[in-house]
């Protein structure tokens, strides 16, 4: 699964030196990898999730590597990995959950391609691993529970449900377990 190759070219690709919410931007990227790969999410996933932010996002604007070298990133982790990377760094992070009603009814479902300006159609496994990514990407980089706003623990607490059924039962269970040790620091 992840090899020593992969954590070179992190390193060479300068993600030690990048600062990120919690520590760096390797640590982070290892960590989704490790949540990923502990809720039992086969190899092209995992290794998505190691290298999912390299090419920047909607929120993380630092680039590590530019677009111009996708091929390179698709010899090392695969072609289904490296999409997974390219549609999660390219995309409004808020489409993904715009889907909800798409995925219960199997109606079309879209992204929002924030780099083009331009929706774009993605089949239900795409969605469902890209959703378990963000899911990974947002519990590494969550404070810890007692540190919690109220106004993201609604938004959670609103999610987990909907997650249910989609994403792993495993990264399910995560999110409801870092919701409700959220729930119990704010009420003490």
Same mark, same amino acid.
């Given at each position: 699964?992840?090899?020593? =190759?992969?954590?070179?070219?992190?390193?060479e690709?300068g993600?030690?030196? %990048?600062?990120?919410e919690? &520590?760096?931007? #390797? /640590?982070?990227?290892?960590?989704?990898a490790?949540?990923?790969? /502990?809720?039992?999410? &086969?190899?092209? %996933?995992?290794?998505? &999730?190691?290298?999912?932010?390299?090419? &920047?996002?909607?929120? #993380?604007?630092?680039?590590?590597?530019?677009?111009?070298?996708?091929? =390179?990133?698709?010899?090392?982790?695969?072609d289904?990995?490296?999409?997974?990377v390219?549609?999660f760094?390219?995309?409004d992070r808020?489409? *993904? *959950? +715009?889907? *909800?009603?798409?995925?219960?009814t199997?109606? !079309?479902? %879209?992204?929002?391609?924030?780099?083009?300006?331009?929706?774009l159609?993605? /089949?239900r !496994?795409?969605?469902?691993?890209l959703?378990?990514?963000?899911? @990974?990407?947002?519990?590494?980089?969550? !404070?810890?529970?007692?540190?919690?706003?109220?106004?993201?623990?609604?938004?959670?607490?609103?999610? +987990? !449900?909907?997650?249910?059924?989609?994403?792993?039962?495993?990264?399910?269970?995560?999110i409801? /377990?870092?919701?409700?040790?959220?729930q119990? @620091?704010?009420?003490?």
């Open positions: 699964m992840i090899q020593q =190759k992969h954590i070179d070219l992190l390193i690709l993600t030690e030196d %990048v600062q990120h919690k &520590g760096s931007f #390797f /640590d982070h990227l290892k960590g989704v490790k949540l990923l790969q /502990d809720w039992g999410n &086969g190899e092209a %996933v995992c290794l998505a &999730g190691l290298f999912h932010s390299i090419y &920047g996002t909607q929120n #993380f604007r630092q680039q590590t590597i530019s677009y111009e070298r996708r091929e =390179k990133i698709a010899a090392m982790i695969s289904e990995g490296e999409n997974l390219y549609l760094c390219i995309c808020r489409t *993904f *959950f +715009a889907n *909800f009603a798409a995925l219960a199997h109606g !079309p479902l %879209v992204i929002f391609d924030e780099e083009n300006q331009k929706n159609s993605v /089949d !496994p795409t969605l469902v691993k959703m378990e990514l963000e899911m @990974a990407n947002l519990l590494d980089q969550a !404070p810890v529970p007692s540190q919690l706003n109220e106004t993201t623990l609604a938004i959670m607490k609103g999610i +987990a !449900p909907c997650l249910k059924g989609v994403i792993s039962d495993n990264a399910a269970a995560a409801a /377990d870092y919701v409700a040790l959220a119990s @620091a704010v009420a003490q």
